[in-house]
């Protein structure tokens, strides 16, 4: 079946310094990867999507690279932020004629501190 | 903010009880989906509709859940007789498509079982 994994429960950084969340999926067919973003009570939205042309999408700072040869899509950013803390969920979708269900990881904690 | 409305924002029932959540999914948004997101952060797909229809479900929404996308009124899921184990943020999220368009959640109804 599908899944997607998070290795990472909790990653904590100084400021500055640079992030990286790993994701890395099973899938039976080519799916279409995300990164979501909850803050302490707010509702999730989505940071990122993969591109099907291969594109690094990139927003507020952030990037990830769908590697399809390794399974991947790890969250990587320059420099951490302060108001960067908070929870991160890897997803996978599937682009063909199903129920379009989008399946999460079990999400990682990001502590930025001072 | 979020344009998925999800109320009430708390729920409190005891054992054995009722409980009903609504969501009035984004203006133009066919596919309505339902998560539960526990007291671990792990997000659980319960059912989702296209329009009126359902699309898919999980065992556990067949026996003790219900849930509808009526035309013109908000979508719902209702637990019919609540348990301790059903204490979670219940999330509800709506895209334009079934094929891999972005998710837009709710801020979520916290149920508290007693």
């Known amino acids: 079946g599908d899944s997607v994994t998070q290795t990472e429960g909790l990653v904590t950084l100084t400021e500055g310094l640079p992030v990286m969340l790993n994701c890395t999926y099973q899938?039976?067919?080519?799916?279409?990867l995300f990164w979501y973003v909850q803050h302490l009570n707010e509702a999730p939205k989505l940071l990122l999507k993969s591109f099907t042309d291969n594109k690094r999408p990139e927003h507020q700072g952030f990037h990830a690279t769908l590697h399809k040869s390794s399974s991947s899509f790890h969250l990587q950013k320059s420099s951490a932020q302060l108001s960067d803390s908070a929870l991160y969920y890897c997803?996978?979708?599937?682009?063909?004629?199903?129920?379009?269900?989008?399946?999460f990881g079990h999400g990682t904690i990001l502590r930025v501190h001072p | 903010n979020s344009k998925v409305i999800q109320t009430p924002r708390y729920l409190v029932k005891g054992q054995g009880q009722k409980a009903k959540m609504r969501c009035i999914p984004e203006?133009?948004?066919?596919?309505v989906f339902w998560y539960q997101q526990n007291k671990n952060n792990e997000f659980k797909f319960l059912i989702n509709f296209q329009n009126q229809e359902v699309l898919q479900q999980i065992d556990m929404t067949e026996k003790r859940f219900s849930a509808e996308c009526p035309s013109n009124s908000p979508c719902s899921l209702e637990i019919q007789s609540s348990e301790a184990g059903d204490s979670a943020l219940y999330l509800c999220a709506s895209s334009l498509s079934r094929h891999a368009e972005t998710l837009y959640f709710g801020s979520g109804t916290r149920l508290t079982v007693l």
């Open positions: 899938s039976t067919y080519s799916p279409f």
């Open positions: 203006k133009g948004h066919p596919v």
């Open positions: 997803a996978l979708r599937y682009t063909g004629a199903n129920t379009g269900k989008l399946t």
